[in-house]
């Protein structure tokens, strides 16, 4: 059995974080867009999927980091684990109804939609066509 490395384990920790952080940022950031009705919004499934995976992803972080500190395994609680995958299926299936009400609600509202250039880019909503790139 390897021994356990702890910087390596920090390291991946702080990685770990760092993109649920930034993962939750942008999420959090895309959402204000929409409900402030801003000129410009971009929004798509992905990026309003973010916000629900980013409480597992600091499960893992905080697991790898114990693991670290005391050097040994450390095994995972399945109830919080559990409860932590149901609330990203949950942010799965709201984000998919989500992002075709928003698609839905401006385009109502008249907003235009941008053409995008990658299916995984977000879709972009503006009040006017001279505004798309």
């Given at each position: 059995?390897?021994?356990?490395?702890?910087f390596?384990?920090?390291?991946?920790?702080?990685?770990?974080?760092?993109?649920?952080?930034?993962?939750?940022?942008?999420?959090?950031?895309?959402?204000?867009?929409?409900?402030?009705?801003?000129?410009?919004?971009?929004?798509?499934?992905?990026?309003?999927?973010?916000?629900?995976?980013?409480?597992?992803?600091?499960?893992?972080?905080?697991?790898?980091?114990?693991?670290?500190?005391?050097?040994?395994?450390?095994?995972?609680?399945?109830?919080?684990?559990?409860?932590?995958?149901?609330?990203?299926?949950?942010?799965?299936?709201?984000?998919?109804?989500f992002?075709?009400?928003?698609?839905?609600?401006?385009?109502?509202?008249?907003?235009y939609?941008?053409?995008?250039?990658?299916?995984?880019?977000?879709?972009?909503?503006?009040?006017?066509?001279?505004?798309?790139?």
């Open positions: 059995m390897d021994k356990i490395n702890p390596k384990l920090y390291s991946i920790s702080l990685f770990i974080l760092l993109l649920s952080v930034f993962c939750s940022y942008f999420s959090i950031s895309y959402y204000i867009e929409y409900f402030s009705m801003k000129e410009r919004i971009l929004f798509s499934f992905q990026t309003a999927l973010l916000f629900f995976g980013t409480p597992l992803l600091v499960y893992f972080s905080y697991l790898i980091f114990i693991c670290a500190y005391k050097k040994k395994t450390k095994k995972m609680n399945n109830k919080i684990a559990g409860y932590l995958a149901i609330i990203a299926i949950a942010g799965i299936v709201f984000s998919f109804f992002s075709f009400y928003v698609r839905y609600d401006l385009v109502s509202k008249g907003y939609i941008c053409y995008k250039q990658s299916i995984f880019a977000p879709s972009e909503y503006v009040i006017s066509k001279d505004m798309c790139k």
